[in-house]
Structures are given as C-alpha cells and as structure tokens.
C-alpha cells in the first residue's frame, strides 16, 4: 500500500495529501497519519476524491462523533451530512471569518467538506491559524488576554431576519436558539492534544469579552478580529470538483467568499464534535 504524501502549502497552515482514497475504509496506519498531518498543519487537502455522503462521514467519524447542523439542511438518509446550496439556502454567514459551531459547550474538533458544484470562478474559501496569531502576539499582550473569556452567541451568524422567513423556519430557528443560549469559552484556548495555544475568538459568534467594559471588549475584539486574519496567518485554496479539505476547528477559522452569484455553489460538510475548550 503506497504511503501518505504531505506536502506542505504555507509556512502558516494547510497541507495536500496524496496517497490514499478516502472512499475507502482507512487502515489505523492511514487514520494515524492523516491525524498527525492534522495537527502539524490545521487544513489537509485532498483532490480528486469523489464521495458519497455515507463515505464522507464514515471518513469524518474516524476521528469522533459526528454532529447534526440544527439550521442548516442535511442529506436525508445521511443527516450527520449537512449541504450548503446557495440555490436552497442563505449561506452568507460563511462569507466571514468564523470557526464552526462555537455556540456549542463542546465545539468542533474538526470539519469535513466535500466540493459537490462550483461556480465557473470564485467560491474560494480562506482558513486562518489561531496558533500563529497567539505566537505573534506581543507578550504583554499574551499575559493580557491569558485567563479572558468570551461570549458566542448562535444568533450572531444565523440572525432571525434571514433564517425566519416561513413558519416552519421560525420554529426550526426559535428552538435552535432555545437549545444553544449563548455560552462563553476561554479567548486562548489550549489544543487538548498539541498543547499549542490558539486565539479563539472570531467574528463569526464572538460577541464580547466578559471581564471587560462593552467599549473595551469592542476594541479588543476589534483588534483581535483584524490580527487573526492577517495574510501571513492564512492560506486561499481554489476548490475542484471532487476536492475535500479537513480542518483542525479548534485552532483555525475561515471565510467562504461569496463572489459568485448567480452562479451555484453546493458542498457537503460533515462535523466532528470535539470537547471543552479550556
């Protein structure tokens, strides 16, 4: 069996794997090295693999419990498979920088996401590396942010204006909200395998730092936000049909662009539930 290939993509984050056809089962070898590759490098790449939605998430649940999106639609006879399709939903809340599920007490480990339809040109996706925007940060204010929590609130990506449109929708929305009130996690949290630390805050579902006044939490937020996102943190990955990437959501975000309407754009995504994020 011929071995997994790592090619690297920035200094920052993101790497191409070759060598092994996710369709299939993977061997604890396989599953080993895609793990290892994960945590060096936060996004893996792999092209050229057409998959179903069952073997999407029989790849995904090889390294943990696979989540059910309470908005957004799934693949009926696989629900841990949730698809994005510009021509059924309102997907502009992934075009900003967010990591997945922070509404969560325990959010994702990681994510997914399989290429289905693309636009002729754009519907790129952006991912940034929390761990490299912690290590940039000056030491005071390392010490500073250290010990912080903060708020993510479900409502700030999926607001009731855009995902409440029908009866059904509303309550679809009401008991989403109902079920996932907002929570706080800590601004630096520790990769629980690594033990890297990672900034964790992102526009996506932070809305404010607790120990701080509502005008300091809006200018370090503010300033958080801009850090995290700097290009030398981040890597742009122009998708194929057939591509999948998988992300490390605990130490990174990232930002669909939405540049190619009216084209269509359709993936599928399946989440890893990860844990407490301390």
């Known amino acids: 069996m011929s071995r997994l290939t790592v090619t690297p993509l920035s200094t920052a984050l993101g790497?191409?794997?070759?060598?092994?056809?996710?369709?299939?089962?993977?061997?604890?070898?396989?599953?080993?090295?895609?793990?290892?590759?994960?945590?060096?490098?936060?996004?893996?790449?792999?092209?050229?693999?057409?998959?179903?939605?069952?073997?999407?998430?029989?790849?995904?649940?090889?390294?943990?419990?696979?989540?059910?999106?309470?908005?957004?639609?799934?693949?009926?006879?696989?629900?841990?498979?949730?698809?994005?399709?510009?021509?059924?939903?309102?997907?502009?809340?992934?075009?900003?920088?967010?990591?997945?599920?922070?509404?969560?007490?325990?959010p994702a480990l990681g994510a997914v996401l399989s290429a289905k339809l693309l636009p002729d040109v754009g519907g790129d996706t952006l991912w940034a590396s929390g761990i490299a925007a912690f290590d940039a940060l000056s030491a005071p204010m390392k010490h500073f942010l250290t010990g912080l929590t903060a708020t993510h609130d479900f409502t700030r990506s999926f607001p009731l204006e855009r995902y409440g449109n029908t009866a059904q929708d509303l309550a679809r929305w009401e008991e989403?909200?109902?079920?996932?009130?907002p929570l706080s996690h800590p601004v630096i949290r520790t990769?629980?395998?690594?033990?890297?630390?990672?900034?964790?805050?992102?526009?996506?579902?932070?809305?404010k730092i607790n120990e701080l006044e509502p005008a300091e939490s809006e200018a370090i937020l503010k300033l958080l936000f801009a850090h995290a996102t700097r290009p030398e943190f981040t890597l742009r990955w122009r998708w194929a049909?057939?591509?999948?990437?998988?992300?490390?959501?605990?130490?990174?975000?990232?930002?669909?662009?939405?540049?190619?309407?009216p084209q269509r754009r359709v993936m599928h995504r399946a989440t890893i539930l990860g844990d407490v994020p301390f």
């Open 15 to 106: 790497a191409q794997i070759s060598g092994v056809d996710i369709s299939q089962p993977l061997n604890l070898e396989q599953r080993d090295a895609i793990e290892q590759a994960l945590l060096q490098h936060s996004v893996l790449f792999f092209r050229d693999q057409p998959i179903t939605p069952q073997q999407q998430a029989s790849f995904a649940a090889n390294f943990g419990d696979l989540h059910i999106h309470p908005i957004y639609p799934n693949v009926p006879e696989q629900p841990q498979v949730l698809i994005l399709d510009t021509a059924v939903t309102d997907v502009r809340d992934n075009a900003i920088w967010h990591t997945d599920v922070t509404f969560l007490p325990t």
């Open 241 to 261: 049909a057939n591509d999948v990437a998988f992300w490390d959501n605990r130490v990174t975000q990232h930002y669909a662009v939405d540049d190619y309407r």
């Open 191 to 207: 990769h629980p395998v690594s033990g890297r630390k990672s900034l964790f805050v992102s526009d996506g579902f932070t809305s």
């Open 176 to 181: 989403a909200r109902r079920k996932n009130p």
